[in-house]
T-cell receptor, first 111, second 113 residues
Framework: GESVGLHLPTLSVQEGDNSIINCAYS??????FIWYKQESGKGPQFIID?????DKRQGQRVTVLLNKTVKHLSLQIAATQPGDSAVYFC??????????FGTGTRLKVLA | DGGITQSPKYLFRKEGQNVTLSCEQN?????MYWYRQDPGQGLRLIYY???????QKGDIAEGYSVSREKKESFPLTVTSAQKNPTAFYLC????????????FGPGTRLTVL
C-alpha cells in the first residue's frame, strides 16, 4: 500500500462507538473548511464542509464543529463502522484558490 | 459518470528523465490543481489553474511545469530539475467561486529509480 500516513496520530475506536477527530487550523481569516477521508492508495474523498459563519453542520452519521475562538475543527462520526477506517484530514480555505491541509489522523476501527 | 481521472496509477522514472502525469475531469469545473503528498505531511500545492490558458505557481512549483489548453485537462510534467520527485501526486478540480469543495482524482504514485 501507499506510504502516505506513516507517523500519523492514530485513533482506535470500537465498532459502534462514536469517533471524534480533531484539527487545529492556522489562519483566523479562513472562511471555509472541509473534512476529507483518504483510504490507502486512493485520492481524498469529501466528507463534509462548513463555512466560517456556522459553528455546526450535520451530515449522514457525521457532524463537523467549528470553534473560531480557538481555531479548532472537529469531525464526529457516529456508530463507527469498519469501513470508516482511513486517514482523515481537514482543509482550510485561506485564499480564493489557496487551501491549507492538515497532516491527518489515522482512524482504526476495532471489531 | 462524472469525475476526475489520473493516469497512470503507478509511474517509474529514471533520474534525469521528464515525465508527464495526466489529469482529466468531466465535471465542467473551471479550476484545477496539482498537489504533492509525502508521508507525514499535508498536501502541498504545486500549481493551480483558474481558467483555460492560465495557471499559477503554488508553494512548491520548482521542477514542475503544467499546461491548461483545454478545460478538461491539466497535465503535470515532473522535470529532471525536481530533486526529490518520488511522491504521491493528486489532481483536484473545483467550481469557481467562494467555498467550493475540491474533488480529487485517485492519484499517481511516482517513483524515481
Amino acid at each position: 500500500g501507499e506510504s502516505v500516513g506513516l507517523h500519523l496520530p492514530t485513533l482506535s475506536v470500537q465498532e459502534g462507538d462514536n469517533s471524534i477527530i480533531n484539527c487545529a487550523y492556522s489562519n483566523s481569516a479562513s472562511d471555509y473548511f472541509i473534512w476529507y477521508k483518504q483510504e490507502s492508495g486512493k485520492g481524498p474523498q469529501f466528507i463534509i464542509d462548513i463555512r466560517s459563519n456556522m459553528d455546526k453542520r450535520q451530515g449522514q452519521r457525521v457532524t463537523v464543529l467549528l470553534n473560531k475562538t480557538v481555531k479548532h475543527l472537529s469531525l464526529q462520526i457516529a456508530a463507527t463502522q469498519p469501513g470508516d477506517s482511513a486517514v482523515y484530514f481537514c482543509a482550510e480555505r485561506s485564499g480564493t484558490y489557496k487551501y491549507i491541509f492538515g497532516t491527518g489522523t489515522r482512524l482504526k476501527v476495532l471489531a | 459518470d462524472g469525475g476526475i481521472t489520473q493516469s497512470p496509477k503507478y509511474l517509474f522514472r529514471k533520474e534525469g528523465q521528464n515525465v508527464t502525469l495526466s489529469c482529466e475531469q468531466n465535471l465542467n469545473h473551471d479550476a484545477m490543481y496539482w498537489y504533492r503528498q509525502d508521508p507525514g505531511q499535508g498536501l502541498r500545492l504545486i500549481y493551480y489553474s483558474q481558467i483555460v490558458n492560465d495557471f499559477q505557481k503554488g508553494d512548491i512549483a520548482e521542477g514542475y511545469s503544467v499546461s491548461r489548453e483545454k478545460k478538461e485537462s491539466f497535465p503535470l510534467t515532473v522535470t529532471s530539475a525536481q530533486k526529490n520527485p518520488t511522491a504521491f501526486y493528486l489532481c483536484a478540480s473545483s467550481k469557481s467561486g467562494v467555498g467550493n469543495e475540491q474533488f480529487f482524482g485517485p492519484g499517481t504514485r511516482l517513483t524515481v529509480l
